[in-house]
T-cell receptor, first 116, second 111 residues
């Protein structure tokens, strides 16, 4: 199957700082990538849909100025958490959609963010 | 009513048992159906993908989609302790749209 990577896999930062998370599709091109967050023992919560070369579409309740998404190429999308606060601590996961006849989404391994 | 319903479990079975996991949905436009397996603190792993109705088999896994009943299933044969994980069903109406997830079923396979 297709491979999606995320970097870093975990990060600890101080309150008020910004953190950038990268999502890469390693062996396929992805026009569309998605960003999710997941709290312990809960399902995935969609934050935004990222399309290459255009602005991301954010879900209701997600602050677009706080969670900056850039999808600069067909293999890379980034999520920047600006002015992070402890309540932003979570597991952030990206997914990338394959192109062509079959519509499949592959997920990255996730990034655990802890804001102290 | 949520668009996708999935019993969260937990479901506990002995090693070697056949496991049946199910989801129901309300949106008749859904035509892409997927099952993911997620281990604790890991990203979901795509297990099975089905377009429209029918069955699909891959090793010990079989996915079934019944669009008339709006019901999908995942069967795991000869279950192993390594199958212990959370299983998420997901579906979408169109390519490029975000997936609609079930809450996930926690499965424990005991030796």
């Amino acid at each position: 199957g297709a491979v999606v990577s995320q970097h870093p896999s975990w990060v600890i930062c101080k309150s008020g700082t910004s953190v950038k998370i990268e999502c890469r599709s390693l062996d396929f091109q992805a026009t569309t990538m998605f960003w999710y967050r997941q709290f312990p023992k809960q399902s995935l919560m969609l934050m935004a849909t990222s399309n290459e070369g255009s602005k991301a579409t954010y879900e209701q309740g997600v602050e677009k100025d706080k969670f900056l998404i850039n999808h600069a190429s067909l293999t890379l999308s980034t999520l920047t958490v600006t002015s992070a606060h402890p309540e932003d601590s979570s597991f952030y996961i990206c997914s990338a959609e394959t192109q062509g006849q079959h519509y499949e989404q592959y997920f990255g391994p996730g990034t655990r963010l802890t804001v102290t | 009513q949520k668009e996708v319903e999935q019993d969260p479990g937990p479901l506990s079975v002995p090693e070697g048992a056949i496991v049946s996991l199910n989801c129901t949905y309300s949106n008749s436009a859904f035509q892409y159906f997927m099952w993911y397996r997620q281990y604790s603190r890991k990203g979901p792993e795509l297990l099975m993908y089905t377009y429209s109705s029918g069955n699909k088999e891959d090793g010990r896994f079989t996915a079934q989609v019944d669009k008339s009943s709006k019901y999908i299933s995942l069967f795991i044969r000869d279950s192993q302790p390594s199958d212990s994980a959370t299983y998420l069903c997901a579906m979408s109406a169109h390519s490029g749209y975000a997936l609609n997830f079930g809450k996930g079923t926690s499965l424990l396979v005991t030796p």
